[in-house]
């Protein structure tokens, strides 16, 4: 869902230097036999980027919410500009995969009211708190639910950790701190990998730990640095119609509502029930830690308005011209917010020009000039997916029920959001070190005269809030390479300008537009080093995997096993 548009920090003040395939170590791995053909550099249209993100982000595209007339404008381009291009039909002889969702819009909210029985604190809906269902039910009322603050929410055996050890909180709502303990150490070193975030430290954990241990409501404490973004993110994200998948026979059960609610409001409550915020912080940050009953309760309600409805996923391919079985894929998610709350002029269209128009434009021209270049020798498959900014909904739905077999997908380059600053001199990794991937990566660096630098901001987890994730837990490897921010005009100064500026003033809001302006030599530059990647990977006869240790290999190392062909 949120892209990484932080600043950089002391981290990554150096470049990182990716081993190249010269027997250098990488991850623990002897990398020297990995097959990293050469790539002549692709013939890359600007005007397509250029037109494509311009045409997506008009308001006639009404925000590209899933499910919308501005879903179908979407697909039915993706498909003229696939078929234009010279790809085939992903999908049999369509184009497209559907993505079985329910539409929830939560409306006539009540106040957040939490009392001890003698003070009543009373919270404004998107102002001081933000709340949804799962449930697909007209009607949601949580009322005088025991309110229990749980830490960090996290239940990992294999950690020798556990919140809620000792205490029951079926029927409660539980006040969860975002991120995971040990986000601020200085090093990656830690129960949950240091600074690193772990996926236990996403709300979508949360929310689905929460609702195995039985609680019926669920308040996220938002604090801006270990959330990486803002109030105004959760305010506008999570407002207005909301995608889930639609829920099978056998689904697990869902609380009654999951929220978020502002730091200084989660100070105010826990003062009234005699704690204090930064004491069970802290406390919260050792494996000793205890559940701590509040003596409070909470209550609100609110309405549902409930849609079915098919979304879809466009999928395009180039046959390989040897291994037209084996398979490598781009991904890109075409939607966004669609109508949210409005800027101070009333705009209410949250167009998402560079989130993530610009990846889906991406997939169109890299499309182009694979073509022009000629089949590789592995297929190549192009994949814009529906529902990313609802919990990556489509690239889930296309991970369990694959139109190519994961076991023959060698591995893959997401793209999300290229904000368009000039050109720099480097590039971001997020997750570097997770596979023999990386490798790729350095070849096109290296051709292309540029550096890398690891992830600026690996408390935020970036790695686990992007399509590429939902095919990384099935085992593929999968590169998720941003834009740099050491520009070659101004340097790390002027590069953090202007990703603190995207991320303060447009970033999930209606001002994300596009702009007749922007200088996309950067931009083109990035998507040539895509170009590169999905090429060199196109014409390899390698099978890169996961590095030892990391929690992807042994999926992977299972799945290849039990495959008759490919990895």
Avoid at 443 to 470: C, I, K, M, Q, W
Wanted: hydrophobic share 40%.
């Amino acid at each position: 869902m949120m892209k990484r548009m932080s600043a950089l920090s002391a981290l990554a003040a150096g470049a990182l230097t990716l081993a190249a395939c010269d027997g250098m170590m990488m991850g623990g791995e002897m990398t020297a036999d990995l097959d990293i053909p050469d790539v002549e550099a692709g013939e890359l249209s600007e005007a397509t980027m250029v037109d494509i993100t311009r045409e997506l982000s008009s308001d006639e595209f009404e925000g590209r919410m899933p499910g919308t007339p501005g879903e179908e404008k979407t697909v039915a381009l993706l498909t003229e500009r696939f078929e234009a291009a010279g790809l085939q039909p992903g999908n049999g002889d369509s184009w497209v995969q559907e993505v079985p969702l329910v539409e929830i819009t939560g409306k006539n909210f009540a106040p957040l009211t939490i009392t001890n029985g003698e003070t009543d604190l009373v919270y404004d809906f998107a102002s001081e708190w933000v709340g949804v269902t799962y449930r697909e039910e007209a009607n949601i009322q949580l009322a005088n639910s025991e309110m229990v603050f749980v830490g960090y929410g996290i239940n990992a055996p294999e950690r020798d950790w556990n919140d809620y050890e000792g205490v029951d909180v079926t029927g409660k709502t539980v006040v969860v701190l975002v991120n995971d303990p040990d986000w601020e150490t200085e090093g990656l070193d830690g129960t949950f990998n240091g600074r690193a975030m772990t996926f236990y430290g996403r709300w979508t954990y949360k929310y689905e730990e929460a609702a195995r241990q039985g609680a019926a409501g669920v308040l996220i404490v938002h604090d801006t640095e270990p959330a990486s973004y803002g109030w105004n993110v959760v305010e506008s994200s999570w407002q207005g119609p909301q995608a889930y998948p639609q829920r099978g026979e056998n689904a697990p059960s869902f609380t009654t509502m999951n929220g978020w609610i502002q730091k200084e409001v989660a100070r105010e409550v826990l003062a009234a029930a005699g704690q204090d915020l930064d004491e069970l912080t802290a406390a919260a940050k050792t494996a000793d830690f205890k559940a701590v009953e509040l003596g409070m309760t909470a209550s609100t309600s609110f309405e549902n308005d409930i849609r079915t409805f098919e979304s879809q996923n466009v999928i395009g391919i180039l046959p390989g011209s040897e291994a037209p079985d084996e398979y490598v894929i781009h991904t890109a998610h075409w939607d966004h917010l669609g109508r949210c709350p409005a800027a101070p002029d009333g705009d209410d269209i949250c167009n998402g020009a560079v989130d993530n128009a610009t990846g889906t434009a991406a997939l169109v021209a890299l499309a182009e000039a694979h073509v022009k270049a000629g089949a590789p020798r592995r297929s190549l498959v192009f994949l814009a997916v529906t529902a990313e900014e609802s919990g990556l909904l489509g690239a889930y739905y296309y991970a369990s029920n694959p139109v190519f077999p994961l076991e023959q997908t060698v591995g893959g380059v997401n793209m999300d959001a290229f904000l368009v600053a000039g050109p720099s001199k480097d590039v971001t990794v997020v997750g570097p070190g997770k596979s023999q991937l990386d490798l790729f990566l350095e070849a096109a660096l290296v051709a292309d005269g540029r550096v890398a630098t690891p992830n600026p901001s690996p408390e935020a987890g970036y790695y686990y809030r992007s399509d590429h994730f939902a095919f990384a837990k099935q085992g593929v490897p999968m590169l998720y390479v941003d834009g740099g921010e050491d520009l070659i005009d101004g340097g790390r100064e002027a590069g953090k300008a202007v990703a603190d500026d995207y991320r303060a003033n447009r970033y999930h809001g209606p001002k994300d537009e596009f702009n007749e302006e922007w200088d996309w030599s950067g931009v083109m530059a990035d998507l040539q080093l895509m170009y590169r990647l999905g090429r060199s990977m196109a014409m390899s006869t390698s099978w890169p995997n996961w590095n030892e240790g990391d929690e992807f290999k042994a999926t992977r190392d299972e799945s290849c096993a039990a495959a008759e062909k490919g990895c």
